[in-house]
């Protein structure tokens, strides 16, 4: 089996300081993201999914359109494996009506004017954000038991919770602490790949101009999102 952890947002450079080592494996480094004007999350994963960069496409159907693409399988490198198993990626299966709530939600903290309000939208949020985040980590765990020759298990709780918390050290290292110890119990082999990173805006978070990768058995160097397409069908090949 060929398992991909997909971490939104997971920053090279807070792996590196909470000293993640599960998460870096053997070999770890940044992704190049510099083809892209606008790195944003449905455009990084759909440009994954089908080895190219496809930023024109996906900016054309808006900002909240674009939330509305979903991929069919044939249309990716997906289609190549004979059981695979995807959880909860954007342009492909991704939970909308989640994503809806972060947004409207979102929304509701910036307009809110006393911090009290504020406060409570961001406690509101983070629960939700973490609720989500269990139930894909157990969706995710029973996939590495099924039979699957590709699994593909997307976590979005270091991408939603660090727009509001980036500059919560505590709250942050929770989260990539919790993904380290999820890597620590796959023994397959292992893609751990994130689409962008986190750079700290106040006590915010906004994308950063690189991505994150590991792997326990091959140096990539400094690989394109959309490059991942071919590397995961060689290694499915040998």
């Known amino acids: 089996m060929i398992v991909v952890l997909a971490i939104d947002a997971l920053e090279y450079d807070l792996v590196e300081a909470f000293g993640c080592d599960n998460l ?12 892209f004007s606008e790195p944003r999350t449905m455009v990084l994963w ?11 496409e996906v900016l054309a159907f808006g900002d909240r359109e674009m939330w509305n693409i979903k991929l069919d399988i044939e249309d990716t490198f997906f289609a190549r494996f004979e059981n695979p198993k995807i959880l909860d990626l ?21 307009a809110a004017e ?31 038991a099924g039979d699957y020759d590709f699994v593909l298990g997307y976590f979005s709780a270091a991408d939603v919770i660090g727009h509001l918390n980036f500059g919560n050290r505590a709250l942050m290292r929770m989260i990539y602490r919790d993904m380290d110890e999820i890597v620590a119990g796959i023994d397959d082999t292992l893609i751990v790949l994130s689409d962008h990173g986190m750079e700290r805006i106040g006590i915010f978070g906004d994308h950063s101009d690189h991505g994150f990768w590991s792997t326990g058995f091959k140096d990539l160097g400094n690989p394109r999102i959309t490059d991942f397409a071919g590397i995961i069908m060689e290694i499915s090949e040998v």
């Open 114 to 144: 006393s911090d009290e309000e504020k406060a409570e939208i961001r406690k509101d949020y983070n629960n939700h954000a973490f609720e989500h985040h269990r139930r894909i980590k157990k969706e995710f765990a029973d996939a590495l």
């Open 24 to 35: 870096k494996q053997k070999f770890y480094g940044k992704t190049d993201i510099s083809e």
């Open 46 to 56: 759909n440009s994954f999914m089908m080895g190219e960069n496809r930023e024109k």
């Open 90 to 110: 954007p342009g492909f299966n991704y939970d909308k009506e989640q994503h809806e709530l972060e947004r409207r939600m979102l929304k509701e903290f910036f």
